[in-house]
């Protein structure tokens, strides 16, 4: 039990670093704009799946790293990142029973959430970019959340995560 | 209580100095994964150099040597001008003119925030006495400034980041300005210049070395437009800058000389620690 148990924590870690590595990968500046935020996605799942691991504290970190690897302020994506983890600890239960086109709703309100935390803390230090275009990661996180959830789900069972 | 250390932390960040080590420390974890992401970019361009075919290096050669030969007489002609400025100085009892230190650098190909120009750049502290502020330039004109140097990377702000201005004049006649970044790629804006000033479309605009962070004299941008509105307080001046912002794959980092001024009291000397 204790084997799998570390097992499963390596496992998690990996796709965390794998979400970090597409959110800093080049792209075109259009599609820059409509990136996903993998990260928080990563997050959301994780926090749905195995709350007992993935919590608050971690989203703390993951969204520290998040903020060195886009230079963004310190502390900006960390703050947003612990909200979204906080609120999906609360609706887990709820979120695992809904149907995957009302979680992917769900999970865009939550990003939307994260995005809008970023749009204040940057409109406080005087750089807001304007509401709209922030909202754009919302949208496609939103449209790729089915993706993710299903991907993530079968790597959990197949190698146990727990 | 994390939200009350996300706030500090911020604060911190934001105001001062101090969490320059935390954010050096968290780099040195990315960097292995911003530099294994890059690596398919640099393999296009390694395959791209690889499998360029005889003629086109060769094409490439020929180009390359004639520029070499215009480039060696006009540096014949810069020396003696050089030589003649630096006697001519002695004469006045002016300061001397020093040569700067470079330093080339490789950029990464990662992507920051999509609302700010920034790149990441593979030299850092490890490699040499980088500090913030240093500038940064190709080989057309001046790119931009570091922002954050961390153990083996460092983040720089390009001269188009809407938080960047430029302390510039206009080549021809000594015109002032500072050019501000407009965050959208290739254009900069200069601010409060009334509506008469005497700036042209075409205006080379060179780095004025007031402000402290850039050396003076280094090509920056070239005036796009001028729009003389009589119904608005100043004009509306944009430019283009020269630097490739988005192509160029190495950069220099430049070390200002620090004693280009009298009497070896240098002004400047507080904006090596101190210039975000």
């Given at each position: 039990m204790n084997l799998t148990h570390h097992h499963g924590g390596w496992l998690i870690v990996f796709t965390f670093v794998l979400a970090l590595a597409l959110s800093i990968i080049p792209l075109p500046h259009i599609l820059e704009l409509l990136r996903p935020e993998w990260m928080a996605l990563v997050l959301i799942y994780w926090c749905m799946a195995v709350p007992s691991r993935v919590g608050v504290t971690i989203g703390w970190l993951v969204g520290l790293l998040q903020d060195v690897s886009r230079d963004a302020l310190l502390g900006q994506y960390a703050l947003a990142f612990a909200l979204v983890a906080f609120l999906t600890l609360h609706l887990h239960q709820r979120l695992r029973v809904f149907p995957i086109w009302q979680q992917a709703l769900s999970v865009g309100v939550l990003i939307m959430l994260e995005c809008l935390v970023v749009l204040w803390i940057k409109g406080l230090t005087g750089q807001s970019p304007g509401f709209w275009k922030i909202m754009l990661p919302a949208v496609t996180s939103l449209l790729f959340w089915p993706l993710i959830y299903l991907l993530l789900r079968h790597v959990r069972r197949t190698y146990n995560v727990s | 209580m994390l939200a009350l250390l996300s706030v500090t932390l911020m604060t911190l960040d934001h105001r001062s100095d101090y969490v320059r080590h935390v954010r050096a420390g968290i780099a040195v974890i990315v960097y292995p994964l911003q530099y294994l992401v890059s690596v398919p970019a640099n393999f296009l361009d390694w395959t791209e150099d690889t499998l360029a075919s005889r003629e086109s290096l060769q094409d490439q050669n020929a180009d390359l040597r004639r520029e070499n030969q215009a480039l060696r007489s006009q540096l014949h002609k810069l020396t003696f001008i050089e030589a003649e400025n630096r006697h001519l100085r002695e004469l006045l009892q002016s300061s001397k003119r020093i040569g700067e230190r470079v330093l080339i650098a490789e950029l990464l190909s990662v992507d920051l925030d999509p609302y700010r120009r920034q790149v990441v750049i593979n030299k850092g502290e490890q490699d040499d006495l980088l500090y913030r502020g240093q500038p940064l330039v190709d080989a057309y004109g001046v790119m931009g400034k570091l922002v954050h140097v961390n153990p083996f990377s460092s983040t720089a702000m390009l001269i188009t980041d809407p938080n960047h201005a430029l302390p510039v004049q206009v080549?021809?006649?000594?015109l002032r300005a500072v050019a501000v970044g407009?965050?959208?790629?290739?254009l900069l804006e200069l601010q409060?210049?009334?509506?008469?000033?005497?700036i042209e479309v075409g205006d080379l605009l060179v780095t004025?070395?007031?402000?402290?962070v850039f050396p003076a004299g280094y090509p920056a941008a070239r005036v796009l437009e001028v729009d003389t509105n009589?119904?608005?307080?100043?004009a509306r001046v944009t430019a283009e800058p020269l630097a490739n912002l988005d192509r160029s794959r190495e950069v220099l980092l430049v070390w200002p000389s620090t004693e280009n001024l009298p009497g070896g009291t240098n002004p400047c000397s507080f904006a090596v620690e101190e210039t975000p």
């Open positions: - | 080549n021809r006649n000594g407009t965050g959208s790629e290739g409060h210049l009334p509506n008469n000033a005497d004025s070395g007031l402000g402290c009589p119904s608005l307080p100043f």
